[in-house]
């Protein structure tokens, strides 16, 4: 049984900064891609990076390209999302997912197999 648990939200002003974790447990987290999603209200679940289980490739939504910057700490089964220059449009509840069946990664939620129950994460203008 894999559980995810994202942590690190919370309220910040634009240009301000935050940096979730997830933590993974219940089976080889070495071996899993990571990603993150979010999702405003109204408004479907996006893409927002995602990390292979190596670390060597990762993969970024293009409006926070530059912004954010996804890690992982396998020796912690902890992935990370560091957020700078945060806007309001970021304001969204955020998940962490997992995909243990393959390395690689990918922007469709479809790929992922476990998911976190979300941070909140609200940027004030």
């Known amino acids: 049984q894999v559980q995810l648990v994202e942590s690190g939200g919370g309220l910040v002003q634009a240009g301000g900064s935050l940096r979730l974790s997830c933590a993974a447990s219940?089976?080889?987290?070495?071996?899993?891609?990571m990603g993150w999603f979010r999702q405003a209200p109204g408004k479907e679940r996006e893409f927002v990076s995602a990390?292979?289980?190596?670390?060597?490739?990762?993969y970024y939504l293009d409006s926070v390209k530059g912004r954010f910057t996804i890690s992982r700490d396998n020796a912690k089964n902890t992935v990370y999302l560091q957020m700078n220059g945060l806007k309001p449009d970021d304001t969204a509840v955020y998940y962490c997912?997992?995909?243990?069946?393959?390395?690689?990664?990918?922007?469709?939620?479809?790929?992922?197999?476990?998911w976190g129950q979300g941070t909140q994460v609200t940027v004030s203008s």
């Open positions: 990390i292979s289980a190596s670390g060597i490739s990762t």
């Open positions: 997912a997992a995909n243990y069946r393959y390395s690689g990664i990918s922007r469709s939620p479809n790929y992922y197999d476990y």
């Open positions: 219940g089976r080889s987290f070495s071996s899993s891609a």
